[in-house]
């Protein structure tokens, strides 16, 4: 092959990389506007919002289905649930009745849905035949129930306590509390990883996050990693070596090492980042900035801000259908 020949071609895959990386989402992107109610729905492809869709008050956090076929939105201050389709943001239905739901997890066998009701200090563990969601138990918790995560087994809730500075286990078959340990300052995201056996849990009321062996009957700390202040939600890299963590008042997202649990990466983010997402390939970091009404868009590579969008008021959950895996 000539010069001119590797020259072409040469350009051609440099055109085809561009067209890729530029392509990388074509499902919309979702991000929960707090304080006006509503979700903005993104077009990755211009990065410009193209609608909003009413919700109940206060929506908070969302979550993907396991099937992946609805984004529940769980609206606070509404009592009620919506649910959308996430390749179409198109309402599917609105499930009202669930009282405060701030937070929400499905079980990954999908019989279980949990929520914490951040106001009323309690945990709802709700059946779940695939269609209706038929409350269990009602578990009467420490103060401000905060965040969840359930195990890989759907054995295990965990949930902080956010103003009583606790971490708390609940046994999904029996719906009762298995144990309960104080923790540092204003506890809130929790991540447990692959094996089931570590879990790590962000001081929004601090600087750091403290990661506990939750291997045995009781919780164990076994490390407190400084990170930056008011450390506070948490998202896998994708490469199942690798969670990200946003600082909401250093205006940082550190990426930590989970085997060696130490902190590998710094990336500057303004306006108090919050929820985030991580796109199918691992290129691009969503994140929403919750003081200045915009979703930032990171290059992985770079570790450098790529584009920010405008969105509503207090933007909190984000969410898409091409992610990388959790």
Not at 111 to 119: D, E, I, L, Q
Not at 123 to 143: F, H, N, P, Q
Request: glycine letters at 6%; hydrophobic letters at 40%.
């Amino acid at each position: 092959m000539n010069f001119f020949a590797r020259f072409f071609v040469g350009l051609f895959f440099v055109f085809l990389s561009t067209v890729v990386s530029a392509t990388a989402l074509t499902t919309p992107v979702f991000v929960l506007n707090s304080l006006d109610a509503n979700i903005s729905v993104i077009d990755p492809k211009t990065w410009t919002e193209i609608k909003r869709i009413p919700t109940g008050k206060e929506p908070h956090h969302l979550y993907l289905t396991p099937d992946e076929k609805s984004i529940i939105v769980a609206n606070a201050f509404g009592d009620s649930l919506t649910f959308v389709d996430p390749k179409t943001a198109e309402v599917q239905r609105t499930v009202r009745g669930i009282l405060d739901p701030y937070h929400l997890r499905f079980s990954p066998d999908m019989k279980w849905f949990v929520t914490a009701a951040n106001r009323l200090n309690h945990v709802d563990i709700y059946r779940w035949d695939g269609k209706e969601l038929v409350l269990a138990k009602r578990i009467s918790t420490s103060k401000t129930p905060s965040h969840l995560w359930i195990d890989s087994k759907s054995t295990t809730v965990y949930a902080s306590m956010q103003d009583s500075d606790e971490l708390v286990s609940i046994d999904l078959a029996t719906q009762t509390i298995k144990w309960r340990t104080k923790t540092g300052p204003t506890p809130a995201d929790v991540f447990v990883t692959a094996d089931d056996k570590t879990l790590l849990l962000g001081l929004t009321g601090g600087d750091s996050v403290q990661v506990f062996d939750v291997s045995a009957a009781t919780p164990k700390l076994i490390k407190t990693i400084k990170t930056g202040n008011g450390a506070h939600a948490f998202r896998a890299a994708g490469d199942k070596r690798h969670v990200f963590v946003s600082n909401r008042v250093a205006n940082t997202i550190n990426k930590i090492d989970l085997q060696t649990l130490e902190v590998v990466a710094t990336i500057a983010v303004p306006g108090g980042p919050d929820c985030m997402d991580v796109s199918a390939d691992g290129k691009q970091l969503l994140v929403t900035s919750r003081w200045i009404k915009k979703l930032t868009v990171i290059d992985l590579e770079t570790k450098k801000i790529s584009k920010q969008v405008n969105v509503g008021r207090s933007p909190h959950g984000v969410w898409t259908l091409e992610h990388a895996p959790r």
